[in-house]
């Protein structure tokens, strides 16, 4: 890393080579690394379940849900190939998550220089937000590298005025729509970004040669036999009321995960002080950089990367409080390239050598103290302030003929279902009709609706619950015993 705190360096082309190959692989490794320690949760234990139906049964559990059906698709197809292991499953994942990481640094070395890469890929190696969900077996990563190949593709196409150039560009738009609906805060920062740049065009009314014109309506076409279903999908409820409004709070939360990996309630004076030191000089290097580079649309690019999607969902909670730190996780790579980059092009010119020095230092600091804080928490869920443990539960229950299991509802149901394929699990409730995420459960047979009806002969049933969502079960069973895994309880029942 001492390569970052050098001023002027003709060694910068040869490093870059070297890391762009080194840090997508040890970031993924990393990230893997972190990941395989974790318990599969809800949101991964779904994708699963759905990922191993058929294809039109994924389409159709997909439009009941709230997320489009490409990743699943896509999850089906791989596992078809190298299995439904953990290690499989959080291997697409990680892929997407290097690779996303390979583009990001050429696309800096491109547009601005080799220096400005290596700053950036150094700090794509420790950013904790993107090496979280880098290993989750959701479509997160898959957005980001969508994403990222598509601002990389935008830039090309507005540069070479190719009609190729923006139907690939229209074909990746569509593609994020089909990934990740929260991706559209991403091109609407493309559009804001390209109509700021040909606004001499459009007021001259040359819309001809605005060809991204052509390019979202070819993007709209392709995404037309979806549209019905998206439309459902804006009014069904079944989005988890976890969302909150994009305040000042949430601002400085934007900060905090992408650096210290930490919510703004559990940091400490001195975390306090490290991310506002990471604030300061985060805003003062961009400034500068502005000062340096006054006429560089591809650093307003950058801007608008992460700060459209915030402004966007600061408008939306207006209405409807719609932001969680993992519903901006594709977009934080943006804010990676954008501090990254700014960092190396503004210590380049720097005369103070203490700024020069300590800038890169702080940032770094930071963000290994993340880095560690990520590898002690994991996938930690903030909004069920849990963590998951579906693992350790699954590694008590026995399966046989004479043993049930009871998950006290849908959540741990399909929770449960990854680890235990094998076994015989029901679940209550008293719903006639689940739907959204519990839709792959509608109409299953082992639903209970009244624990204290006879529901199995089985010998043993090992009652799974949260909190203290114990079951009342029917009089020939007495409890043996209760495990406390927390978040997760075990009561075993045995017949008389």
């Avoid at 439904?84 to 547009?111: C, Q, T």
């Avoid at 980059?341 to 010119?349: F, Q, V, Y």
Wanted: with cysteine.
């Amino acid at each position: 890393m001492k390569i970052l705190f050098w001023k002027h360096s003709n060694d910068y082309d040869k490093v870059y080579r070297w890391l762009i190959i080194a840090v997508p692989v040890v970031a993924a490794a990393l990230s893997l690394w972190i990941g395989l320690r974790q318990s599969v949760w809800f949101d991964e234990a779904y994708s699963i379940m759905v990922a191993k139906r058929s294809a039109s049964e994924i389409i159709r559990l997909s439009a009941l849900d709230t997320h489009p059906p490409l990743y699943y698709l896509v999850l089906k197809i791989w596992a078809n190939v190298f299995g439904w292991s953990e290690l499989a499953l959080r291997s697409l994942s990680v892929i997407f998550y290097g690779a996303s990481i390979a583009v990001a640094g050429s696309f800096v070395k491109k547009h601005f220089n080799a220096r400005a890469a290596v700053y950036v890929l150094a700090v794509l190696l420790l950013a904790p937000l993107l090496t979280r969900y880098g290993f989750e077996i959701r479509m997160y990563a898959m957005a980001s590298l969508i994403g990222v190949i598509a601002t990389a593709t935008l830039v090309r196409a507005h540069s070479s005025r190719r009609w190729t150039d923006w139907l690939i560009y229209g074909v990746l738009v569509a593609l994020g729509m089909y990934t990740l609906y929260y991706l559209a805060l991403l091109w609407l920062a493309h559009l804001a970004w390209l109509v700021a740049t040909d606004a001499g065009r459009l007021r001259k009314s040359s819309w001809k040669e605005c060809r991204w014109i052509g390019a979202y309506t070819f993007s709209l076409l392709l995404f037309l036999p979806w549209l019905s279903s998206f439309l459902k999908q804006v009014g069904n409820g079944a989005l988890a009321p976890i969302g909150q409004p994009m305040n000042l709070e949430q601002l400085a939360g934007i900060v905090s995960f992408n650096t210290i990996y930490q919510p703004l309630w559990q940091l400490g004076v001195i975390a306090s002080i490290l991310v506002l030191a990471i604030i300061f000089v985060s805003v003062r290097s961009i400034v500068i950089t502005f000062h340096i580079k006054k006429k560089n649309d591809i650093l307003w690019l950058l801007v608008s990367y992460i700060s459209v999607p915030i402004i966007l969902l600061m408008v939306i909670s207006l209405y409807k409080p719609m932001y969680v730190e993992r519903y901006l996780a594709h977009v934080a790579i943006g804010l990676v390239m954008l501090v990254g980059a700014s960092l190396a092009l503004s210590t380049e010119r720097e005369t103070c050598e203490v700024w020069r020095i300590a800038s890169p230092l702080v940032l770094l600091v930071v963000l290994a103290v993340g880095a560690t804080n990520l590898s002690q928490v994991g996938n930690y869920n903030f909004q069920r302030m849990q963590k998951p443990n579906v693992n350790s539960v699954a590694s008590i229950v026995k399966c046989s003929e004479n043993d049930v299991v009871l998950a006290a509802d849908p959540y741990a149901a399909i929770e449960l279902d990854y680890y235990l394929p094998n076994c015989q699990i029901y679940f209550a409730s008293s719903d006639q009709h689940l739907g959204g995420g519990y839709a792959p459960l509608d109409g299953n047979s082992r639903q209970v609706t009244d624990t204290k009806k006879t529901f199995t002969r089985a010998k043993n049933i090992y009652d799974v619950y949260y909190s203290d969502m114990k079951a009342s079960l029917p009089g020939n069973y007495r409890e043996v015993e209760t495990i406390d895994l927390s978040p997760l309880k075990i009561t075993k029942f045995n017949a008389e």
